[in-house]
């Protein structure tokens, strides 16, 4: 069982910037053996995926919507991924979530269509215009 905190949101102007952690515990495997990925949602919408890292950092896998503008990161001595968000659109405003799988690969980077096992209760992200 892995365990995942999301920090860092918080109301930011349009054109701002945001930075997000995703802290794990409580797993009996080391952090480095998870696939960790960004998702939001806002009112009335689907979850939507936005990024993911693979095990060694190494490769990513960005949606389209936030590829140039928010950039994942893993710390795996802290256990710890973050999303760097800049430029912040007001249609960014949402629930952000982390999210991780236990996966052999160590440059697996998954996408979209990745089922993943654990999920954090989410951090409010409001980006006023």
């Known amino acids: 069982q892995v365990e995942l905190v999301e920090s860092g949101g918080g109301l930011v102007q349009a054109g701002g910037s945001l930075r997000l952690s995703c802290a794990a515990s409580?797993?009996?495997?080391?952090?480095?053996?998870?696939?960790v990925a960004w998702f939001r949602q806002a009112p009335g919408k689907d979850s939507e995926f936005l990024v993911a890292?693979?095990?060694?950092?190494?490769?990513?896998s960005y949606a389209d919507s936030v590829k140039g503008r928010f950039t994942i990161s893993r710390d795996n001595a802290k256990n710890t991924v973050y999303l760097q968000m800049n430029s912040l659109k007001p249609e960014d405003t949402a629930v952000y979530y982390c999210?991780?799988?236990?996966?052999?690969?160590?440059?697996?980077?998954?996408?979209?269509?990745?089922?993943?096992?654990?999920w954090g209760q989410g951090t409010q992200v409001t980006v006023s215009s």
């Open positions: 999210a991780a799988k236990f996966v052999l690969s160590s440059d697996y980077a998954g996408g979209a269509g990745t089922e993943y096992d654990y």
């Open positions: 890292v693979s095990r060694d950092g190494g490769s990513t």
């Open positions: 409580g797993s009996g495997r080391p952090f480095n053996r998870y696939l």
